[in-house]
């Protein structure tokens, strides 16, 4: 009897920071997949993990999207992580599955509009004392 695969921490990354890209440039999933010739479903598929994407066509997603390579695999599970400094941030995986969603990015692009770091550094203090009074 063949056994489930199991999800790798590694592809589930790769896959993440495939999400990730292709929502910064508003592209759909079937646009990535007609243009690599294969359907939306296994885009999904790359994009959660489930399966595996080989080098060659790494190579043909990094092109449609207008990355290199290993913009894929920057911040990668296998990477140790530095501390933090006030030692509350996300685990890299957490942080990387929330930059690949609409909600991620679409905060992270609306903050980085925002031109003067008084009200930046408000909107932070803000979120932190959130955090704090939910803890």
Request: hydrophobic content about 40%; cysteine-free.
């Amino acid at each position: 009897m063949p056994r489930a695969k199991s999800l790798q921490p590694f592809d589930k990354h790769v896959g993440s920071r495939v999400r990730m890209r292709r929502l910064m440039l508003a592209m759909s999933q079937a646009k990535l997949g007609d243009a690599l010739g294969i359907t939306f479903q296994q885009v999904q598929k790359y994009e959660k993990g489930t399966n595996r994407i080989g080098a060659s066509r790494l190579q043909h997603i990094g092109h449609i999207l207008q990355v290199p390579v290993p913009f894929f695999f920057e911040g990668s599970p296998h990477v140790p992580a530095g501390p933090s400094p006030k030692g509350r941030s996300l685990p890299h995986d957490q942080f990387a599955e929330f930059m690949a969603t609409r909600d991620g990015l679409t905060l992270a692009k609306s903050f980085m509009r925002i031109s003067s770091i008084q009200v930046r550094r408000r909107i932070v203090a803000l979120v932190e004392e959130i955090e704090e009074y939910r803890s």
